[in-house]
């Protein structure tokens, strides 16, 4: 087939066919080179230890990955915690620097130094009862020695007391009977020996020196004469008589009976007791019901109690009543503390690997997505959580900085409390109905202490015979706190002045290493590491121990979520006339020891100073002298530095500079309440965290990261640059196939002889539906004609937009029509006129 001939056109449609065969084999090879793009970069990055063979698993960026090519969050590395399953996240660690007054275990973990060879094992490893530890072991002055074959310490108060707390017995050994030892119904022998007293005049002979048959006279009955002088109730003995008295009374002295009052047993009734003359009663408190069987008050108002729980990588759920076992919040890392806010139906919980508190509604706590993080920054080892539900605040402890903060229950606003005197502070309970605080500490002067919630009135409740006090909580019905102790096995109570102590349970069985602890109702529950286990017993007594579950991974913290246990009060700061009770920042309820106290006080961040109205915060004063004005930052264990000075806010103006400043000198803040401190503290370091330090020391898995690095970069780009390539050319090839051509043979548009006769104009295809080409020119006797339009002459860089510009319907009047000029194209003015686009249909061509 012949070139077309000009006027025709070229014919319209797709390609011809295996015009796009050339490009199969590139578009194909374009195809399998992605799917092969894995493999490629894995055998180039394969681990050297490995030989270069198998693919290695890239990590995040924040991600650490394991010898067995496992990613794990870079904050789990050096957490004491085999995240990897095969250690490799726990080598090459630094090793822990305890105190001096610190014992360092195999492991690096750190005890108190009075706990070695004590005869009981705290390391994990056992190092600090293992023989290369106590072989040369000396006892201090203030412990006994148990001999040389077991290199135990005990206190030197435990010599003498009647238990045997010595293997060997060595800690009674030659301990003599003393007199006034012996129990109030026995008799005490002449040589100090003691004889239940009724074998006194029995004939028979019971003391060593016969004392007990002495002076007994027979026959006669002293209650015959005026009932012996008792007041009530005479008993004729071998030997004299006895005076007693009926229930609800006791002897005065010796012989009168008076009253008892029961109710001075603050265990007497469950709840509430009310004495009267010879007898006392119990009732409950509203939303509790007396047992008729048990005698004890059971909560009858609100939900189904139930007992909430930390298993370390979960948060678990346990009713009370049904007995319904549940997951709360699965997928966790290390949750050691947590509370919940009732009255809402929020839980909050403290992550040690994380270093974070975060807070989310009970019901969709299961999904991280709704869990929100409240503090992220300058936490260490937070290990103690306490919410304020009538003020809307909460506290906690942190065992790292050695400090107690507080914040607002969304944690917009904090700020630390106590920093000072602080060694190992653990568990925190509040009391905001009284405004009160309480937490133990288990460092070298092991205590439980009390304060203010605004961190005022701290005292001392606990000082003796307590070794590691680990959980703590409130009966603030009964107004009694309880804790158990891991070193001594016990579970204690003491009223919430320190006073009426009292020990419920001691059981190095049952009270192995007790963690947590909270009461309710008649029951007081604990969790176990050692049995992994929770248990629980009767709170007056410490009976009925009974196992509530058991087989758990790491039981920490333990709390009952009811509504009776957070009783509704009035929030002190809201009931001022002033908005936050006037503070700028934090308005923290003062404790209520007596009528006159204040309600509240306000408190500042730890960047700012509280002024002389005790309601604004100022900037630091300018002062020459060395200030703490630093914010408390996260220490790693290996420094034993104390944390910064602690900013307690009370009702007198308090700075932490070395010398006191005049209050000229204060600069108030120009800045309005913010919801953080305005000076945002500094978060840890990455250098000086054990947790969140991503270690990279062999050369060999660095040079294999960097070698999938580049592969995986420039492979890509190859890739796309071939895309490219490849999509230019495939539409070149498109567009040379689609494009039709077109020649006019009109006079007017004729070329000269000197142009080449195979030159064309191309008009292409558009995006409008068919194709647009010139008018078709009618026949008529005159030539061609145009209407002139009114324009601006300028040069036309393409003529094609001049032919359609030009072209105009014929049937106007004679007159009104010039005929075209016969320059060039180039040449034509641009004029304003319709253009008259036929389709390939109406253009009459043939």
Same mark, same amino acid.
């Given at each position: 087939?012949?070139?077309?001939?000009?006027?025709?056109?070229?014919?319209?449609?797709?390609?011809?066919?295996?015009?796009?065969?050339?490009?199969?084999?590139?578009?194909?090879?374009?195809?399998?080179?992605?799917?092969?793009?894995?493999?490629?970069?894995?055998?180039?990055?394969?681990?050297?230890?490995?030989?270069?063979?198998?693919?290695?698993?890239?990590?995040?960026?924040?991600?650490?990955?394991?010898?067995?090519?496992?990613?794990?969050?870079?904050?789990?590395?050096?957490?004491?915690?085999?995240?990897?399953?095969?250690?490799?996240?726990?080598?090459?660690?630094?090793?822990?620097?305890?105190?001096?007054?610190?014992?360092?275990?195999?492991?690096?973990?750190?005890?108190?130094?009075?706990?070695?060879?004590?005869?009981?094992?705290?390391?994990?490893?056992?190092?600090?009862?293992?023989?290369?530890?106590?072989?040369?072991?000396?006892?201090?002055?203030?412990?006994?020695?148990?001999?040389?074959?077991?290199?135990?310490?005990? +206190?030197?108060?435990? #010599? &003498?007391?009647? =238990?045997?707390? @010595?293997?060997? /017995?060595? $800690? %009674?050994? *030659? !301990?003599?009977?003393?007199?006034?030892?012996?129990?109030?119904?026995?008799?005490?022998?002449?040589?100090?020996?003691?004889? +239940?007293?009724?074998? #006194? &005049?029995?004939? =028979?002979?019971? @003391?060593?020196? /016969?004392? $007990? %048959?002495? *002076? !007994?006279?027979?026959?006669?009955?002293?209650?015959?004469?005026?009932?012996?002088?008792?007041?009530?109730?005479?008993?004729?003995?071998?030997?004299?008589?006895?005076?007693?008295?009926?229930?609800?009374?006791?002897?005065? $002295?010796?012989?009168? !009976?008076?009253?008892?009052?029961?109710?001075?047993?603050?265990?007497?009734?469950?709840?509430?007791?009310?004495?009267?003359?010879?007898?006392?009663?119990?009732?409950?408190?509203?939303?509790?019901?007396?047992?008729?069987?048990?005698?004890?008050?059971?909560?009858?108002?609100?939900?189904?109690?139930?007992?909430?729980?930390?298993?370390?990588?979960?948060?678990?759920?346990?009713?009370?009543?049904?007995?319904?076992?549940?997951?709360?919040?699965?997928?966790?890392?290390?949750?050691?503390?947590?509370?919940?806010?009732?009255?809402?139906?929020?839980?909050?919980?403290?992550?040690?690997?994380?270093?974070?508190?975060?807070?989310?509604?009970?019901?969709?706590?299961?999904?991280?997505?709704?869990?929100?993080?409240?503090?992220?920054?300058?936490?260490?080892?937070?290990?103690?959580?306490?919410?304020?539900?009538?003020?809307?605040?909460?506290?906690?402890?942190?065992?790292?900085?050695?400090?107690?903060?507080?914040?607002?229950?969304?944690?917009?606003?904090?700020?630390?409390?106590?920093?000072?005197?602080?060694?190992?502070?653990?568990?925190?309970?509040?009391?905001?109905?009284?405004?009160?605080?309480?937490?133990?500490?288990?460092?070298?002067?092991?205590?439980?202490?009390?304060?203010?919630?605004?961190?005022?009135?701290?005292?001392?409740?606990?000082?003796?015979?307590?070794?590691?006090?680990?959980?703590?909580?409130?009966?603030?019905?009964?107004?009694?706190?309880?804790?158990?102790?891991?070193?001594?096995?016990?579970?204690?109570?003491?009223?919430?002045?320190?006073?009426?102590?009292?020990?419920?349970i001691s059981s190095p069985d049952f009270l192995s290493h007790p963690f947590g602890i909270?009461?309710?109702?008649?029951?007081?529950?604990?969790?176990?590491?050692?049995?992994?286990?929770?248990?629980?017993?009767?709170?007056?007594?410490?009976?009925?121990?009974?196992v509530l579950a058991e087989n758990l991974n790491n039981p920490h913290d333990i709390v009952?979520?009811?509504?009776?246990?957070?009783?509704?009060?009035?929030?002190?700061?809201?009931?001022?006339?002033?908005?936050?009770?006037?503070?700028?920042?934090?308005?923290?309820?003062?404790?209520?020891?007596?009528?006159?106290?204040?309600?509240?006080?306000?408190?500042?961040?730890?960047?700012?100073?509280?002024?002389?109205?005790?309601?604004?915060?100022?900037?630091?004063?300018?002062?020459?002298?060395?200030?703490?004005?630093?914010?408390?930052?996260?220490?790693?264990?290996?420094?034993?530095?104390?944390?910064?000075?602690?900013?307690?806010?009370?009702?007198?103006?308090?700075?932490?500079?070395?010398?006191?400043?005049?209050?000229?000198?204060?600069?108030?803040?120009?800045?309005?309440?913010?919801?953080?401190?305005?000076?945002?503290?500094?978060?840890?370091?990455?250098?000086?965290?054990?947790?969140?330090?991503?270690?990279?020391?062999?050369?060999?898995?660095?040079?294999?990261?960097?070698?999938?690095?580049?592969?995986?970069i420039l492979v890509p780009m190859a890739v796309i640059a071939l895309l490219c390539m490849?999509?230019?050319?495939?539409?070149?090839?498109?567009?040379?196939?689609?494009?039709?051509?077109?020649?006019?043979?009109?006079?007017?548009?004729?070329?000269?002889?000197?142009?080449?006769?195979?030159?064309?104009?191309?008009?292409?295809?558009?995006?409008?539906?068919?194709?647009?080409?010139?008018?078709?020119?009618?026949?008529?006797?005159?030539?061609?004609?145009?209407?002139?339009?009114?324009?601006?002459?300028?040069?036309?860089?393409?003529?094609?937009?001049?032919?359609?510009?030009?072209?105009?319907?014929?049937?106007?009047?004679?007159?009104?029509?010039?005929?075209?000029?016969?320059?060039?194209?180039?040449?034509?003015?641009?004029?304003?006129?319709?253009?008259?686009?036929?389709?390939?249909?109406?253009?009459?061509?043939?």
């Open positions: 087939m012949g070139r077309p001939e000009r006027g025709a056109l070229r014919p319209m449609g797709r390609p011809e066919r295996g015009a796009l065969r050339p490009l199969a084999p590139l578009l194909l090879l374009l195809l399998l080179l992605p799917l092969r793009l894995p493999q490629l970069a894995a055998a180039a990055a394969a681990d050297p230890q490995r030989g270069g063979q198998g693919p290695v698993k890239e990590c995040e960026e924040d991600q650490f990955r394991c010898r067995n090519e496992r990613c794990i969050p870079s904050v789990w590395r050096c957490d004491e915690d085999d995240d990897c399953s095969d250690n490799s996240d726990e080598d090459d660690c630094p090793k822990k620097t305890c105190a001096d007054s610190d014992f360092t275990c195999g492991n690096g973990h750190c005890i108190p130094e009075r706990w070695k060879c004590d005869g009981e094992e705290e390391c994990p490893d056992g190092s600090d009862e293992s023989e290369t530890t106590c072989t040369k072991q000396v006892c201090p002055a203030e412990k006994l020695s148990c001999g040389p074959a077991s290199h135990k310490c005990v +206190p030197a108060s435990w #010599r &003498c007391d009647g =238990e045997k707390d @010595c293997e060997s /017995g060595a $800690d %009674e050994a *030659g !301990c003599a009977t003393s007199l006034g030892t012996c129990r109030g119904d026995e008799f005490q022998c002449g040589e100090g020996t003691c004889v +239940p007293t009724i074998k #006194r &005049c029995n004939q =028979e002979q019971d @003391c060593p020196d /016969g004392s $007990d %048959e002495a *002076g !007994c006279l027979q026959g006669l009955n002293e209650c015959l004469h005026n009932n012996g002088g008792c007041s009530h109730i005479c008993t004729d003995l071998k030997i004299g008589f006895e005076c007693t008295c009926p229930a609800g009374y006791q002897l005065l $002295d010796q012989k009168t !009976c008076g009253d008892i009052d029961e109710c001075e047993d603050p265990d007497a009734c469950s709840q509430i007791c009310v004495n009267y003359k010879g007898y006392f009663k119990c009732e409950c408190h509203p939303g509790y019901e007396m047992d008729t069987l048990t005698k004890n008050c059971k909560a009858v108002a609100g939900r189904s109690p139930s007992l909430i729980f930390t298993n370390r990588h979960e948060v678990r759920r346990i009713d009370l009543v049904k007995r319904d076992y549940s997951r709360l919040i699965p997928m966790l890392k290390n949750v050691v503390a947590l509370d919940v806010e009732v009255a809402t139906n929020r839980i909050f919980w403290c992550d040690l690997s994380y270093r974070k508190i975060y807070s989310a509604y009970m019901d969709k706590a299961s999904d991280p997505a709704e869990q929100e993080v409240l503090i992220d920054e300058q936490l260490h080892s937070p290990e103690g959580l306490a919410v304020d539900w009538v003020h809307k605040h909460i506290y906690w402890t942190d065992s790292g900085n050695k400090t107690i903060s507080v914040a607002t229950i969304d944690g917009g606003r904090r700020c630390t409390l106590f920093s000072q005197d602080l060694s190992e502070p653990r568990a925190i309970a509040v009391d905001p109905l009284r405004g009160f605080m309480y937490w133990s500490d288990w460092g070298y002067q092991a205590k439980i202490e009390k304060s203010g919630l605004n961190g005022v009135d701290r005292q001392t409740l606990v000082s003796d015979n307590i070794e590691w006090p680990n959980g703590i909580t409130l009966d603030l019905l009964n107004q009694r706190l309880y804790w158990v102790d891991s070193k001594l096995h016990q579970l204690s109570s003491i009223d919430l002045n320190g006073g009426n102590r009292k020990m419920l909270a009461v309710f109702e008649d029951k007081v529950f604990w969790t176990d590491l050692e049995n992994e286990a929770i248990f629980s017993a009767n709170r007056l007594n410490g009976l009925e121990i009974s009952i979520f009811h509504e009776l246990k957070q009783p509704r009060a009035a929030d002190a700061c809201e009931l001022s006339a002033q908005p936050n009770g006037g503070c700028e920042y934090l308005c923290l309820p003062a404790p209520q020891i007596s009528s006159p106290s204040p309600k509240y006080t306000c408190a500042c961040p730890d960047t700012m100073w509280l002024g002389p109205d005790m309601k604004r915060c100022y900037r630091a004063p300018q002062s020459t002298s060395t200030t703490t004005l630093a914010p408390t930052t996260a220490r790693t264990p290996a420094e034993n530095t104390r944390a910064p000075g602690t900013t307690v806010h009370s009702l007198t103006y308090q700075n932490h500079s070395t010398e006191t400043p005049s209050l000229a000198a204060v600069v108030p803040s120009s800045v309005g309440v913010p919801r953080a401190p305005s000076i945002k503290p500094s978060a840890p370091s990455p250098a000086t965290s054990n947790h969140s330090q991503h270690y990279g020391n062999e050369g060999s898995k660095m040079d294999s990261t960097v070698t999938a690095a580049v592969i995986g490849s999509g230019y050319l495939i539409w070149r090839n498109w567009k040379r196939k689609n494009t039709k051509s077109m020649n006019f043979d009109n006079p007017v548009y004729r070329k000269t002889t000197e142009e080449e006769d195979e030159d064309e104009l191309h008009i292409g295809r558009t995006a409008q539906i068919g194709h647009v080409y010139p008018a078709a020119i009618s026949s008529f006797d005159h030539p061609l004609w145009a209407e002139p339009c009114l324009g601006e002459t300028r040069e036309l860089e393409d003529p094609a937009p001049a032919l359609k510009e030009l072209f105009v319907l014929p049937g106007e009047p004679r007159s009104q029509l010039h005929q075209l000029p016969k320059n060039s194209l180039s040449e034509l003015p641009v004029v304003k006129c319709k253009r008259v686009a036929l389709s390939l249909e109406d253009d009459g061509l043939p």
